[in-house]
């Protein structure tokens, strides 16, 4: 499977979970979580191991790179807003309209009192219960008319839009994949590089193979051939005979014994070249 697959298995889930989420940084945890878990059932497949480092960079580099506040909705939830300041009221008018009260109660009384040669003696009871009255008074228009100033602070509460973020996520998935594909590819081009490339041992026994052709003496060309077999040793390469019980590695001639005559290549019980065998005229294999 690849990348882009194991996450479209995983799509609804996903989406189901952010719409639960409580808050952007638990819907950022679910992505998180959901990442990890598809790099690791990708990996978990046979092939891919080689490209566990690549993976890890990308992954991480989506989980911390996705824009999610840009995901958002659109749905705003707006409390108590207040954009411009109110400007307080002056004291002055209030103050005012108070004096001329206190002058039009208390102007009379000292009329009344001036004119009936009344003494402030008898009148002190009286003009004691009307100032508390006009106190009430004043506390009770106080009270009814005063709004004190609330200082408000605009709040927004913000939603996550669970399908634009899957809608990403799955864009940002498409990619992680061409570039995992292109990783595999890049990977496979330089094995097969290295696979076609002589090594220094490669090039000595091919350079002793020459000088023995050209010398044109058996028995050194026989001692290179020895040589070829030690190389093939080394690089855990059997040289296969024929006998009873691995015809599979052979292809076969008739003639008048039984013999190998060119022995097969096998490595790790896996056959590299098929060698060819001699069976004497009516034996069966």
């Known amino acids: 499977m690849t990348f882009y697959e194991i996450y479209k298995s995983r799509k609804d889930n996903l989406a189901q979970r952010i719409r639960e989420s409580k808050s952007l940084y638990e819907t950022g945890s679910v992505i998180s979580e959901v990442f990890e878990t598809m790099q690791y059932q990708y990996l978990s497949q046979e092939g891919n191991a080689s490209q566990t480092e690549k993976l890890t960079d990308l992954v991480n580099m989506a989980k911390t790179a996705f ?14 807003a207040e954009k411009t300041p109110k400007k307080k009221k002056s004291l002055m008018p209030g103050f005012i309209t108070l004096l001329i009260g206190l002058a039009f109660v208390f102007g009379p009384l000292g009329y009344y009192m001036f004119l009936y040669n009344v003494k402030l003696e008898k009148m002190q009871n009286f003009m004691l219960a ?25 709040t927004v509460e913000i939603s996550v839009d669970a399908d634009d973020i899957v809608k990403r996520l799955e864009d940002m998935v498409k990619h992680i994949d061409t570039l995992l594909a292109k990783e595999k590819q890049s990977q496979k081009i330089t094995q097969q590089l ?14 002793y193979l020459m000088e023995a052709k050209l010398s044109a003496d058996a028995d ?21 005979k024929y006998i009873k019980g691995n015809e599979k590695y052979f292809d076969f001639l008739e003639g008048e014994e039984t013999k190998t005559i060119r022995p097969a290549l096998v490595r790790g019980g896996e056959m590299l070249t098929k060698g060819l065998a001699q069976l004497k005229y009516g034996e069966k294999i």
Do not use: H, T
């Open 67 to 80: 824009p999610l506040l840009e995901s958002v909705s659109k749905y705003k939830l707006w409390e108590d």
């Open 130 to 154: 009307m100032a508390v009255g006009c106190l009430l008074i004043l506390i009770a228009g106080f009270m009814l008319f005063f709004r004190r100033k609330v200082k408000s602070k605009a």
């Open 220 to 240: 050194f060309a026989l001692e290179q051939l020895d040589e070829v077999e030690r190389y093939l040793a080394k690089q855990d390469v059997m040289l296969v």
């Open 194 to 207: 290295m696979d076609s490339a002589i090594n220094a041992d490669e090039a000595q026994l091919f350079s």
